[in-house]
C-alpha cells in the first residue's frame, strides 16, 4: 500500500485508523485497499486485475527520447514550480528502472492470515472450483493475438488467412524455405571481436 497520513477528523484507535469504508484500513502509515472484488470465475475482470497489478512502472507514452543518451519522462501532475518532464541520461534511467525489477524466483506476492497458503481455515473463505473439463492451451498464434495484438496468421501481402502445416527442423529443408522466400540463408559472418574500451569513454574526464 502507499504511505499517507490519517485525517485530522480520524482519530487512531490503538494505533490503527479505520476509514468511512468497510474494506480499507489504515496501519502504521500504510494503506490496505480491498473494495475491488472479483468473482474467481469471472476471467474478463480477472485478466484485467492481472493487467493492472502486472503493469509497467512508466507508461510507454510517457517516455520520450530527446536524442542518443537523454530521455524525457513526462510527470503524472506538474510539480509545484510548475515542471511538467524530468530528463535524465539513459544509463541513468536504465539503472533506476533495473532497482525496481525483483530478484530470480523472488515470490512478490505474499498473502496472510486466511489466505495464507497454511492458514487452518483458508478452505472455508476461498471458492471451490468448478467442476469442468480444462481446456486445452490456446495455440501460440491465439496467444501472440491475444497479448500483443499481433495476427500472425495474416499474410502481409494479400491479406489472407494462413493456415498452419507443420514444423521444419531439418536444416535442408529450413534452407529451401528461406531461398524461396527470398531471405538470407546462409548465416550472416561474425562480427570481430573488440578489445576493452579506452578509459576515458567511461569516465568523466575533462
Same mark, same amino acid.
Given at each position: 500500500?502507499?504511505?499517507?497520513?490519517?485525517?485530522?477528523? !480520524?482519530?487512531?484507535?490503538?494505533?490503527?485508523?479505520?476509514?468511512?469504508?468497510?474494506?480499507?484500513?489504515?496501519?502504521?502509515?500504510?494503506? =490496505?485497499?480491498?473494495?475491488?472484488?472479483?468473482?474467481?470465475?469471472?476471467?474478463?475482470?480477472?485478466?484485467?486485475?492481472?493487467?493492472?497489478?502486472?503493469?509497467?512502472? &512508466?507508461?510507454?507514452?510517457?517516455?520520450?527520447? =530527446?536524442?542518443?543518451?537523454?530521455? /524525457? &519522462?513526462?510527470?503524472?501532475?506538474?510539480?509545484?514550480g510548475g515542471a511538467t518532464?524530468?530528463?535524465?541520461?539513459?544509463?541513468?534511467? =536504465?539503472?533506476?528502472?533495473?532497482a525496481l525489477v525483483p530478484?530470480?524466483? /523472488?515470490?512478490?506476492?505474499?498473502?496472510?492470515?486466511?489466505?495464507?497458503?497454511?492458514?487452518?481455515?483458508?478452505?472455508?473463505?476461498?471458492?471451490?472450483?468448478?467442476?469442468?473439463?480444462?481446456?486445452?492451451?490456446?495455440?501460440?498464434?491465439? =496467444?501472440?493475438?491475444?497479448?500483443?495484438?499481433?495476427?500472425?496468421?495474416?499474410?502481409? &501481402?494479400?491479406?489472407?488467412?494462413?493456415?498452419?502445416?507443420?514444423?521444419?527442423?531439418?536444416?535442408?529443408?529450413?534452407?529451401?524455405?528461406?531461398?524461396?522466400?527470398?531471405?538470407?540463408?546462409?548465416? !550472416?559472418? &561474425?562480427?570481430?571481436?573488440?578489445?576493452?574500451?579506452? /578509459?576515458?569513454?567511461?569516465?568523466?574526464?575533462?
Amino acid at each position: 500500500g502507499a504511505q499517507a497520513h490519517a485525517p485530522d477528523d !480520524l482519530e487512531p484507535q490503538g494505533g490503527q485508523v479505520h476509514l468511512p469504508t468497510r474494506r480499507k484500513a489504515r496501519l502504521d502509515g500504510f494503506d =490496505l485497499d480491498a473494495e475491488v472484488c472479483v468473482n474467481a470465475h469471472d476471467r474478463p475482470r480477472l485478466e484485467a486485475l492481472g493487467r493492472y497489478v502486472l503493469r509497467p512502472p &512508466i507508461a510507454l507514452d510517457r517516455l520520450k527520447l =530527446l536524442g542518443p543518451d537523454l530521455v /524525457a &519522462i513526462e510527470l503524472e501532475r506538474p510539480w509545484p514550480g510548475g515542471a511538467t518532464h524530468v530528463s535524465t541520461s539513459v544509463r541513468t534511467f =536504465l539503472t533506476r528502472l533495473a532497482a525496481l525489477v525483483p530478484g530470480p524466483r /523472488a515470490n512478490t506476492t505474499l498473502y496472510y492470515g486466511v489466505l495464507a497458503s497454511h492458514a487452518k481455515h483458508r478452505r472455508a473463505v476461498l471458492p471451490e472450483p468448478p467442476d469442468r473439463p480444462r481446456a486445452h492451451d490456446a495455440t501460440w498464434a491465439a =496467444l501472440m493475438r491475444h497479448s500483443f495484438g499481433l495476427d500472425v496468421l495474416r499474410c502481409r &501481402i494479400c491479406r489472407g488467412r494462413m493456415r498452419f502445416t507443420h514444423v521444419v527442423f531439418a536444416p535442408t529443408g529450413v534452407r529451401r524455405l528461406l531461398v524461396h522466400l527470398r531471405c538470407f540463408s546462409d548465416p !550472416l559472418p &561474425i562480427a570481430p571481436s573488440r578489445g576493452p574500451p579506452d /578509459a576515458h569513454d567511461t569516465l568523466d574526464f575533462p
